[in-house]
C-alpha cells in the first residue's frame, strides 16, 4: 500500500529546477538529467519546468520529452543580462518557441548583485560585471518601466507564468499591482523566504491579495541554507490559501549531495503534514496549482 506521501507526489510538478548545464559544465553531476528526470518519472511525478539563470531551456525540455516517456518537461526563460535583460523581443521570442515560464531577473538584478551573487567563479568573463550594469525595473519616480508592463502583457497574451525572480520588494509590488491591474493572474512570487528576495510576511500576504501565486521551495530548509522552517511553510499556507500555493524543490545540479527532487518534495510534504496542513491541501498544492498555471488537464 503506497504511502500519503507517495500519493500526494502523484501527479505532482516541479516549476523550479535548474538544469544542467548551469554555469559550470564541469561541476561533478550526483545525476545526470535524463537519468533524473526518469527517477522522477518513476516516483510517479507529472513533470519539472527546467529553469535556467543563463540560458532558455526549451531544447533541454524538448530532448527530455523525447527520451523520457511519461514525464513532461517544460522550458523557461530568465531575464538575465546575458538573455537579453529587458528585452521584450527575446521574451516574446522564448514564448513563441514554447517556454511555459519567464522569469524577471534573477542573478543580474541589482538587487541580488549588489549581494555579489554575479561570481566570476562561474564564468571569468562575469569578473567585468558592474553594478551599474545591474538590471532595475523601476524608473526615477518609482514607476514600472514600459519593457516590464510589455513583459506582463505578453505572458497575459501567451497565458504563460511569470515569476517574480530576484527581484527587490518595491519591483516586485510594482510588478504585482500592474499585473492585477492588467488581468494577468499568472504572477508567482518566487520564493520569498530567499536571501535573494527577503519577503516579509506582511508582504507575501499584500502579494497574495493582488493575486499572486506564492512559491515554497525546498532547497530553503535543506542544511545547506537552514534559512526558514517548516512550521513558517504551513502557517504561509494557512494564511494565504492552498489555491494559492506553489511547492517546488529548486533543486541545483552542481549541489551534489542533495537528495534526487521527489525525495527533497517528499521531505517537505512530511513535515508540512506533521505542522497540520492536510493531504488534500498538499495534493491540491502539488498537482492541481501548477497544472492549472501549465493549462494543463487537472
Not at 562575469?126 to 526615477?140: G, T
Amino acid at each position: 500500500m503506497k504511502s500519503d506521501i507517495s500519493e500526494i507526489l502523484n501527479g505532482a510538478i516541479d516549476m523550479h529546477m535548474h538544469v544542467y548545464p548551469e554555469f559550470d559544465s564541469g561541476h561533478p553531476l550526483r545525476y545526470e538529467n535524463l537519468e533524473h528526470m526518469r527517477i522522477c518519472r518513476d516516483a510517479g511525478m507529472r513533470g519539472v519546468v527546467f529553469k535556467s539563470h543563463s540560458f532558455p531551456t526549451t531544447l533541454a525540455a524538448d530532448i527530455v520529452n523525447e527520451a523520457v516517456p511519461g514525464f513532461h518537461a517544460f522550458g523557461s526563460f530568465t531575464m538575465n543580462t546575458y538573455t537579453g535583460g529587458f528585452d521584450p523581443f527575446a521574451v516574446e521570442i522564448a514564448l513563441s518557441t514554447g517556454a511555459k515560464s519567464i522569469w524577471l531577473p534573477t542573478t543580474t538584478s541589482r538587487n541580488d548583485a549588489s549581494r555579489g551573487n554575479v561570481r566570476a567563479s562561474f564564468l571569468p568573463i562575469l569578473s567585468k560585471f558592474k553594478l551599474e550594469n545591474a538590471l532595475y525595473m523601476l524608473d526615477e519616480d518609482g514607476k514600472l518601466i514600459p519593457e516590464i508592463r510589455e513583459v506582463i502583457a505578453l505572458c497575459k497574451d501567451y497565458d504563460t507564468v511569470l515569476q517574480t525572480g530576484h527581484i527587490s520588494a518595491p519591483e516586485r509590488m510594482a510588478v504585482a499591482i500592474e499585473a492585477h491591474d492588467q488581468g494577468f493572474k499568472k504572477l508567482v512570487f518566487s520564493h520569498p523566504d530567499s536571501g535573494s528576495t527577503k519577503g516579509t510576511y506582511e508582504e507575501i500576504m499584500e502579494m497574495a491579495r493582488l493575486g499572486c501565486y506564492i512559491e515554497l521551495v525546498v532547497n530553503g530548509m535543506m542544511p545547506n541554507y537552514q534559512r526558514v522552517s517548516t512550521a513558517t511553510f504551513a502557517k504561509w499556507i494557512k494564511d494565504v490559501g492552498y489555491q494559492q500555493i506553489l511547492i517546488d524543490t529548486d533543486y541545483f545540479p552542481t549541489f551534489d549531495y542533495l537528495p534526487s527532487l521527489p525525495e527533497m518534495l517528499r521531505l517537505l510534504y512530511g513535515c508540512l503534514i506533521t505542522q497540520g496542513v492536510t493531504k488534500e491541501e498538499l495534493k491540491h498544492i502539488a498537482s492541481v496549482n501548477p497544472a492549472q498555471l501549465l493549462n494543463l488537464p487537472v
